[in-house]
């Protein structure tokens, strides 16, 4: 069955900090892998997007790292701001089928304290 | 800021009630979808389409019907409303002729449904 798993499920630092959210997946065929940050009440936004061959991708702040070996990505975030509280989801696409169907994790929340 | 809008951005209803979620995107994609978001739960593809008077159901059972009459327009209806339709009702558009590899999909901001 494709999965996404994510972790941790919500996260708090403080403004300034980094921190890492992790992402395993057992989606197959393999495509691509994005992370997308979804602010509350909005819909997501993707930030990074990595396929097979890739295995690190920056954004600005954001760096995201892909071992497809191990089917496990990271996406860190840097010198962190309030800005940044948001959902980050990580989100798998198959090259099985036309439709490039995704396959989506739950999400980290991410709360930026100040 | 993808050109993708859906009207309204909240609804709160009665039981029983026909509603319409509208979906538009000016970006030419060939491709859309509406996916069904609960609070801290992932997305769920309800429909999709490949383009002009294509509709397909997706992953997530849905009593609600789509029609893709123009390329840029995709509306969700719910001939009867429930209260275990509340939910957030997102649309997204991708497009066709790109690589699968790069077919992000871009997604509006969302319906919030409350259903009474």
């Known amino acids: 069955k494709n999965q996404v798993e994510q972790s941790p499920q919500s996260l708090i630092i403080l403004e300034g900090k980094n921190c890492t959210l992790q992402c395993n997946y057992t989606v197959s065929p393999f495509s691509n892998l994005r992370w997308y940050k979804q602010d509350t009440g909005r819909g997501p936004v993707s930030l990074t997007i990595m396929t097979f061959s890739e295995n690190t991708k920056s954004n600005g702040r954001y760096t995201a790292t892909l071992d497809a070996d191990t089917k496990q990505s990271s996406l860190h975030i840097t010198a962190s701001q309030l800005s940044d509280s948001a959902s980050y989801i990580c989100v798998v696409s198959d090259r099985g089928s036309t439709l490039g169907r995704l396959y989506f994790g739950r999400g980290t929340q991410l709360t930026v304290w100040p | 800021e993808a050109d993708i809008y859906q009207t309204p951005r909240y609804l709160v209803i009665g039981t029983g009630k026909k509603i319409t979620l509208e979906c538009s995107q000016t970006?030419?994609?060939?491709?859309m979808y509406w996916y069904q978001q609960d609070p801290g739960m992932e997305l769920h593809l309800i429909h999709y389409?490949?383009?002009?008077?294509?509709?397909e159901k997706g992953d997530l059972s849905s009593e609600s019907t789509v029609s893709r009459i123009r390329t840029e327009h995709f509306p969700l209806t719910l001939e009867s409303a429930r209260p275990s339709h509340t939910s957030q009702y997102l649309c997204a558009s991708s497009d066709g002729k790109a690589a699968p590899s790069h077919n992000e999909q871009f997604f509006g901001p969302g319906t919030r449904l409350t259903v009474l």
């Open positions: 389409s490949y383009g002009v008077n294509s509709t």
């Open positions: 970006m030419g994609h060939d491709k």
